[in-house]
C-alpha cells in the first residue's frame, strides 16, 4: 500500500459513533491510556483512539490532517522548549494549541539490581554494557542524544545505539527480559515492567491540536476531564509524573 491508495473497509461501529471520536497519534505515555479508559468508564459519547509512531511522525500526521491530536515532547536542545521549534517549522501560517498533559520523568531501565554497576550514562560507553535505543523522531531519542552530547559521548562509542523499540514499554521489557542492559525512557513504564529506573531528566509532554478545533465539545470535553484533581491523582500514581501545569493551554500563531 502506498499513500493515496484505496481500500476496502469493514466498519466495527456506527458511522456517527467514529466521527465522534479523536484520534491522537505520536508519542507513547502511560497516561493517555489512563484517560481513555476514563473517558470509556465514564460514558462519553467520544472514543480517544491512540496510535503510537514517536513525536516527529506524529506531528508529521498532524500537519497532513490524518489526526485531530498529536502527543510530542521533542526537546529543543538550544533553548530548552518542548515542541515549539517543531512546530514553527511544521505549521508555519497555522494557530497551534499547546496542551500541556504531564511533566514526567526520563531515566534508565536497568536489570533488578542493576548488576552492571550503571550510575551514570557515562557507563554505558564499557563495551560490556548493551544498549537499546528508541526510534528516529522518538522524543527519547532526540533526549538521549542531548545527553549524550552534553557528556561528550559518540553515539557510535554506545553498543547498541542502532538497536530500536518503538515504545516504552517495549524498552523496559527489552531490559527486563534480559536482552538489553539499558534503555532510556519515562518511570511509569519501569514500574510496570518491574525494572529498576535510574532518572536522569525531566521534560514535559504536550497534546498538540489545530487551534480551530479548541471549540469542539470532545475537545473541551477531554480538556477539563484531564483538569479534574482525581485523573491528576491517578496520572501521578503512576509513577515519575507531575500534574502541575495539566491542562494548561498555549496558542502559537504561527
Known sequence: MHSGDKAPVILLKERNKIKNDLLLIGSHDLSLDLIRNQLR???YNF?????TVGSMAGLTALRRNESQLAGAH???????????KHLKDLFKGSKMVILNLV?????????KGNP??????NDLIDKDVNYVNRQRGAGTRVLFDYLLE????APVQINGYTKEEFTHIAAAAAVGRGSADAALGIRAAAEVMDVDFLPLAEEKYDL????EILDYPQIQDLINLIKQEEIKNKIENLGGYQCRKTGEIRILDL
Request: hydrophobic letters at 30%.
Open 41 to 43: 468508564k465514564r460514558g
Open 47 to 51: 472514543d480517544l483512539k491512540l496510535q
Open 74 to 84: 521533542l526537546l529543543d536542545p538550544e533553548t530548552g522548549e518542548y515542541n515549539i
Open 103 to 111: 511533566h514526567r520523568k526520563q531515566g534508565l531501565y536497568l536489570k
Open 116 to 121: 552492571k554497576g550503571i550510575s551514570n550514562i
Open 150 to 153: 552534553q557528556n561528550d559521548i
Open 208 to 211: 498538540i491540536f489545530r487551534e
